[in-house]
């Protein structure tokens, strides 16, 4: 039997768990034991250690030969869309990791990423196209349990996003004795300034390489890589493309940008872009619609020595704790939850900001508004600021004014 996995987090809200399921028309559904309640007419096929499988229907959809994974692309927020991945497009991505990184036989990564999750995936994929072995555990940084696994297995590298090093300095990291640690990475988001500063330099002194990378799930996971040499000389850069991959600049008309120091919209090309996106069963069949080309949607700009520097984004995509939000997503979610009251979102990677169109300021009605979309996101409800308006600011199409709402 084919199989194509579809990763979510086993904490996937039910009511986003369902919408995936009749859109998409599973056969099986791996699952916690106590979510089989969810799918009363499942029959159960297996179960051991907390886990069970279940078959939801005779038959699965129809699939493309080349489509072997699908991953979400904009979290846990209700959205159906998700991105094909063929064999080819995990086998290259993994194989340049390895590459760039110099992951040996001799590594030994802990897991600190969901492995739904485009870079936790690649950090487990990595390793073992290498043969390195993986020390898997359920321990947060926070836990002392974690550093005594660490240290106990010899553990030499650690992969986090923005948050997760945000995390590592307040727990002094810089007074943690741990030998065998020799890599570092970091992807997700943008690294502040001052937390690229000091692990910069804590690298240098500790003689750790302390990598910064950029990546999307529709490039099934890196596309660049910062040196490691060249951590605290290009302070703020994405730095090169990987290996098997090349990055181009375009300006409005999809014209090549030649010439350093000038913004546009930043263009990667490679084996490991994706085939496309699938929003229903149907599109499960079509094959490589992308032909190794990814309009990131994000803006950049190359320095003269090659190295390129995130600007802005195109699209209205949030990086926040290093899951990637659809603002459309999000308003999409609230006015399903709330039919009668307008919603805009807008934001930083630090927070969304969420505009309601209520004359009745509430602080009940905002603790709800961002409970409801922690709950749906995973986020912590201090990633959620509310704000009450007169009224939602629109063009005469309809269309809503992001640029127009108070800051």
Excluded at 123 to 141: D, K, M, P, Q, Y
Excluded at 239 to 258: A, C, M, V, Y
Excluded at 284 to 306: K, M
């Amino acid at each position: 039997m084919r199989l194509v996995p579809l990763l979510l987090d086993e904490q996937v809200h039910p009511d986003d768990l369902s919408r995936l399921e009749s859109s998409y028309g599973p056969n099986l559904i791996f699952l916690p034991i106590e979510r089989t309640v969810e799918f009363p007419e499942a029959i159960l096929l297996w179960q051991d250690d907390g886990f069970a499988l279940m078959q939801l229907r005779a038959e699965g959809p129809s699939m493309h030969p080349d489509l072997a994974l699908l991953l979400t692309t904009s979290g846990s927020t209700g959205s159906p869309k998700l991105v094909r991945l063929s064999r080819r497009n995990l086998q290259s991505n993994a194989a340049s990791i390895a590459s760039y990184l110099e992951i040996s036989q001799s590594d030994r990564p802990v897991t600190t990423l969901p492995m739904e999750y485009t870079y936790g995936l690649s950090v487990l994929n990595s390793h073992l196209l290498a043969g390195a072995a993986i020390l898997a555990t359920e321990r947060s940084f926070v836990e002392r349990e974690f550093w005594d696994f660490f240290r106990r297995e010899n553990g030499s590298s650690l992969a986090g996003v923005p948050y997760s090093y945000e995390i590592l300095r307040r727990l002094h990291f810089s007074s943690m004795e741990l030998p065998s640690l020799r890599v570092m990475t970091q992807a997700g988001g943008r690294l502040s300034p001052s937390l690229q500063e000091y692990f910069g330099k804590l690298a240098e002194e500790r003689n750790l390489r302390f990598y910064i990378m950029y990546g999307q799930t529709e490039a099934t996971a890196r596309m660049s890589y910062l040196p490691w040499s060249m951590c605290l000389a290009k302070k703020g850069s994405i730095g090169i493309s990987i290996p098997g991959g090349r990055f181009e600049l375009w300006d409005e008309e999809n014209q090549l940008i030649p010439e350093a120091g000038r913004e546009g919209q930043l263009v990667y090309w490679g084996e490991n872009v994706s085939l496309g996106y699938a929003e229903t069963a149907l599109d499960l069949t079509r094959g490589d619609e992308h032909q190794g080309c990814l309009l990131t949607g994000d803006l950049a700009r190359r320095d003269t020595d090659g190295f390129y520097y995130i600007t802005g984004r195109l699209k209205r995509f949030l990086k926040i704790a290093g899951k990637r939000l659809s603002l459309d997503n999000l308003e999409q979610l609230l006015a399903r939850k709330w039919p009668l009251w307008e919603f805009a979102c807008a934001g930083t990677d630090e927070a969304v900001r969420i505009y309601v169109a209520k004359t009745e300021k509430s602080q009940e009605t905002a603790d709800a508004i961002s409970w409801f979309l922690s709950d749906h996101t995973n986020l912590s409800t201090a990633c959620f600021q509310v704000s009450f308006i007169a009224s939602i600011p629109r063009t005469a199409a309809g269309k809503i004014k992001y640029g127009s709402l108070p800051q």
